[in-house]
């Protein structure tokens, strides 16, 4: 078996190009607002009705269309392409971490501020962790001036993560910066690095994010996108009308990216708001059909996607955030699209380092289900070794299973596998204890991070800091320029 061959759809061909049809008269009609001149400038010379006293744009569905063409040529997905490309990345399934303000505190249960140890130590588990395929700063680091507080993050990635890394980039001059820290820690080669797109409001970008953007793809880098349409918010309640503005969102930045001529994606990171608390709900079944019909959307325009899903509303390591993740985490996998932002507790609530770590192992439980499959030859019929075993014969000392045991057998370090009698000789400690356990294994092990860049490449990157340090006020945008 070489994928999953079941997937869940939620969503009929009728259905899909109702919302592309519903997507493009809103954008046609409605239009979006994008205040920033230049942005402005291209889209009236691309056939774009333009209001500049406004800073918005009706975009004519023959130029939506266009940029559609141009990103991906009107091509499909197939199912076997979804699932390689949308859930296994190199034959593997695997997770990236979120990023947060906020730290939940193991041992106090309680909420702080991140600092520069904080950001140290995630990047040390994101290393260790095996199926965290990439890093970021897991927190913002309060304890240096907050205007330059991503390119710190980003700068700390750079000497110490041996895996792809990025960063919430705030500022266009945070931009140039970390470009600059790119370019050197991949030694002359082509950066890996884009910018995280996001809208600030219905139907809406504003002119910082806009001249992000334009500054990454002016340096020869895309940027991708990263909507996070909510229901009862900015989009409407019902969730095909919050798809509808999911999709906004994403064919205006495939807009921009067509007149800019680069590349940027489609994301299905809907959402709907918890209409009693106001807040932004990670783990309720809307979160699931969400990110069903956004990757049938999404792939059916052509894009690989990725959901908010395996996400939770619990504060907490607890029965209630294991469900909520593992449920939608399994049926994501089976709809064919990947997930990230692990280690988070609550909806952005505050980052954990036992959740990575317990995100970690489950993802290493799918893993095991999506990459490994049921191989059905000679070897593994074992007709032969049945055959020398016989009837009421044992299995268990055959060389056929010491050969097979350690691929065939899932075993976590994490996870109680063993009797209730051994359980509690063993402390009976649950999983978030076993994983603060963890925690501290590997922090035992392997902090302080070591360097993964020669001295020389860290003295030019200290002295960016330094001079990111000594001129603050370069980070502060001005308003007035875009417009």
């Known amino acids: ?29 409605v239009g979006c607002r994008l205040p920033h001149r230049r942005v402005l400038d291209r889209l009236a010379d691309a056939g774009a009705i333009v209001d500049r006293a406004s800073g918005t744009a009706k975009l004519p569905a023959a130029l939506v269309e266009k940029a559609l063409q141009a990103m991906n040529g009107g091509r499909r997905i197939s199912p076997q392409e979804k699932f390689q490309r949308g859930v296994l990345r190199n034959g593997r399934l695997g997770i990236g971490p979120g990023s947060q303000a906020n730290i939940i505190d193991y041992r106090s249960k309680e909420r702080r501020r991140g600092t520069t140890e904080d950001v140290l130590k995630g990047i040390v588990l994101c290393n260790e962790l095996p199926y965290v395929r990439s890093a970021m700063p897991l927190v913002t680091p309060s304890d240096v001036p907050g205007p330059v507080g991503d390119v710190y993050g980003y700068y700390l990635c750079t000497l110490y993560s041996r895996k792809p890394y990025g960063v919430y980039v705030m500022t266009p001059e945070a931009c140039r910066q970390i470009i600059r820290m790119a370019e050197i820690r991949s030694g002359g080669q082509k950066a890996r690095i884009s910018y995280l797109l996001e809208p600030n409001g219905a139907l809406s970008y504003d002119e910082f994010s806009l001249e992000n953007a334009i500054t990454f793809a002016e340096a020869g880098y895309g940027f991708h996108l990263g909507p996070m349409a909510m229901a009862g918010l900015d989009a409407p309640v019902t969730l095909a009308g919050t798809l509808v503005m999911q999709n906004a969102y994403n064919l205006i930045g495939n807009v921009i990216a067509y007149l800019w001529g680069v590349y940027c994606g489609w994301s299905g990171s809907a959402h709907t708001m918890d209409l009693r608390s106001g807040l932004c709900s990670f783990g309720s079944p809307n979160q699931v059909l969400l990110g069903l019909a956004a990757t049938q959307l999404g792939n059916w325009y052509g894009f690989e996607v990725g959901v908010n899903t395996a996400l939770t509303d619990a504060c907490v390591p607890d029965f209630q955030g294991g469900f909520e993740k593992g449920m939608s985490a399994a049926i994501t996998i089976l709809a064919g699209a990947g997930f990230g932002a692990q280690g988070i507790v609550g909806a952005d609530q505050g980052i954990s380092f036992e959740q990575l770590v317990i995100d970690n192992e489950w993802a290493s439980a799918l893993d095991h289900i999506v990459s490994h499959g049921i191989p059905v030859n000679e070897e593994t ?48 400690k649950d999983v978030y204890e076993r994983a603060h356990e963890e925690v501290q294994r590997i922090l035992a092990e392997h902090y302080p991070p070591q360097l993964v860049v020669s001295e020389d490449a860290k003295k030019e990157l200290d002295s960016i800091w330094q001079e990111c340090l000594a001129n603050l006020e370069r980070f502060q945008p001005d308003r007035h320029a875009y417009h």
Do not use: P
């Open 1 to 29: 078996m070489e994928f999953i061959r079941a997937r869940i759809e939620i969503l009929t061909e009728e259905e899909i190009e109702r919302l592309h049809r519903a997507t493009l008269e809103v954008l046609e009609t």
């Open 381 to 428: 019929l074992a007709v032969d070794v049945i055959r020398r075993v016989g009837i009421q014969g044992n299995f268990f000392a055959d060389e056929h299973t010491i050969r097979h045991m350690r691929h065939t057998y899932w075993h976590s370090r994490l996870f109680n596998n063993e009797g209730f009698d051994a359980w509690v000789a063993r402390g009976a």
